[in-house]
């Protein structure tokens, strides 16, 4: 039997399942501990540890275990997404108008236009640094970090695994970034629904996935008005403004939540134009894109993991070899 | 009386016959699965997720916390009733 335990945590609705006599206590220490970490790496929290991080530019900060394992990560990838992953943009993001959480944006708006000129420059993410031996972070003046790239990845993960100390067959799922570990014992891969992202209510197709990491980034999801503009979260680092992207959502099938959650981003931001680029040194990594007519996209082997359910003009739609 | 009868009779008689032909060329101008166009937006949504229920967790201290129990049931592989899903958040 397959137990399933859905809350909401860090803005967005999270899901837990699990097969085996312990999955109840396994679902709830998840909780608990993803709770802990909406509560560590909020930006929106003046006492979590990222804002504590972030009101310290300019300064050596002592900080957690954990907090320094994302950033060591956030620094990897952003090496490997050639910059175009950059948990550096904070600033850019809070002149955009997303300067709270999204459930109070959604709910009273953003709070005026923002009619300021460009931003100063902000300093380089990779000039922050590192002192390991005493577990210090040093981020220069004027930078400030959302972890909001990659910190969903990193929490599942954890939860995950958290959850399979209990569990041989589990998954977690955040807003739809979801990590399974082991295949459900009644022999059928994992199912997960892709969402369109013009009606999430709709399905675009059913992928079936044996154990591994899928995430999604849509530009439709978290929107709001500035003014006359529609904007989105999702921050191209280059331009500093939201990316003008040729694709409406992104996911990726890999092993790993984490590569997962961070490519899908930077995919989506990067576009058709990036996109060999960015997938040069990633055999593991598959991709479904979804263009403005609900057209789907893809890696040259996603068709594995997706049902061919409909016609065979579904599948050969659009993809990109 | 046998006027009416024969009336009857022919009624019944050109009626039948008006909604075998009509129902005939339904189907016939009807499209052939074959011939049906793929729309995404067409395509079957989710099932509701199964209701909140109690469970018994034998002894640990999440009684009263809610949850759902998802039934292990064979899956049809195309059967849609995927709890999971992903589009962004």
Redesign the interface.
């Given at each position: 039997m397959i137990r399933s335990m859905g809350f909401r945590a860090m803005n967005t609705e999270v899901l837990l399942a699990a097969e085996g006599e312990e999955a109840i206590a396994g679902m709830y220490a998840a909780k608990l501990f993803i709770e802990d970490c909406e509560l560590r790496f909020s930006r929106f929290l003046p006492a979590s540890e990222l804002s504590e991080l972030n009101r310290s530019s300019g300064n050596w900060l002592a900080v957690s275990n954990e907090l320094l394992e994302m950033l060591q990560l956030s620094l990897k990838y952003h090496h490997e997404t050639f910059g175009i992953f950059d948990p550096s943009i904070l600033s850019d993001l809070k002149q955009a108008g997303y300067d709270r959480s999204m459930d109070e944006i959604r709910t009273k708006g953003v709070a005026d236009v923002h009619h300021a000129s460009r931003l100063p420059s902000r300093p380089a993410f990779d000039e922050i640094s590192f002192d390991l031996a005493d577990k210090r972070v040093l981020i220069p003046s004027n930078m400030e970090i959302d972890l909001g790239g990659i910190a969903k990845g990193w929490i599942v993960e954890k939860a995950a695994r958290l959850l399979h100390s209990y569990a041989d067959v589990c998954g977690v799922s955040a807003g739809g970034d979801i990590l399974f570990i082991g295949s459900p014992l009644d022999g059928y891969d994992w199912d997960v629904y892709l969402e369109d992202p013009r009606d999430p209510a709709q399905m675009l197709s059913q992928l079936h996935i044996p154990s591994g990491a899928v995430a999604t980034s849509s530009v439709m999801k978290r929107t709001w008005h500035q003014g006359e503009k529609v904007r989105h979260h999702l921050i191209d680092p280059r331009t500093g403004e939201p990316a003008n992207t040729n694709w409406l959502s992104v996911t990726v099938i890999c092993p790993n939540i984490i590569t997962a959650d961070v490519y899908a981003k930077a995919l989506l931001i990067g576009g058709e134009k990036e996109r060999l680029h960015l997938l040069k040194d990633k055999p593991e990594l598959e991709f479904i894109a979804v263009d403005p007519n609900g057209n789907l996209r893809g890696s040259q082997n996603y068709k594995e993991y997706t049902y061919a359910f409909a016609s065979d003009t579904f599948l050969s739609t659009g993809i990109v070899h | 009386m046998k006027l009416l009868k024969l009336g009857i009779r022919f009624w019944i008689t050109l009626t039948s016959l008006l909604s075998f032909a009509s129902g005939w060329i339904m189907l016939a101008h009807a499209p052939k699965p074959s011939q049906a166009e793929?729309s995404?937006?067409s395509?079957?949504?989710?099932e509701p997720?199964p209701p909140l229920s109690d469970?018994n967790?034998g002894g640990?201290n999440?009684q009263n916390?809610p949850?759902?129990?998802?039934?292990?049931?064979?899956?049809a592989?195309?059967g849609?009733?995927?709890?999971?899903?992903?589009?962004?958040?």
């Open positions: - | 793929y995404s937006a395509v079957t949504t989710l997720l469970f967790a640990n999440f916390q949850s759902f129990d998802i039934q292990s049931q064979p899956r592989r195309l849609f009733n995927s709890f999971f899903s992903t589009g962004g958040s």
